[in-house]
């Protein structure tokens, strides 16, 4: 659906996903599903809590999954 979503589990990453990583993908779904790049003064405040929730689950999911069969790197 979103080409430009990168996967932010490893191996796609090294390192866990940034806060940053995560908005960014949010924001890149929002942006896609909604039609708007930059949506209108009486639509953001609705498009800024779709992004926030967005990302609340996606860090949710990221840190519930367990991957198998990939060696973390020591920090």
């Given at each position: 659906?979103?080409?430009?979503i990168k996967t932010?589990?490893?191996?796609a990453l090294p390192?866990?996903?940034?806060?940053?990583?995560?908005?960014?993908?949010?924001?890149?779904?929002?942006?896609?599903?909604?039609?708007?790049?930059?949506?209108?003064?009486?639509?953001?405040?609705?498009?800024?809590?779709?992004?926030?929730?967005?990302?609340?689950?996606?860090?949710?999911?990221?840190?519930?999954?367990?991957?198998?069969?990939?060696?973390?790197?020591?920090?």
């Amino acid at each position: 659906m979103c080409r430009s979503i990168k996967t932010l589990r490893p191996p796609a990453l090294p390192e866990e996903a940034t806060d940053d990583e995560i908005r960014a993908a949010a924001l890149q779904y929002v942006r896609k599903v909604s039609g708007f790049r930059a949506p209108a003064a009486h639509n953001k405040e609705v498009f800024e809590q779709a992004v926030a929730a967005i990302a609340e689950a996606t860090a949710a999911l990221l840190d519930g999954l367990e991957i198998r069969g990939v060696t973390q790197r020591a920090g």
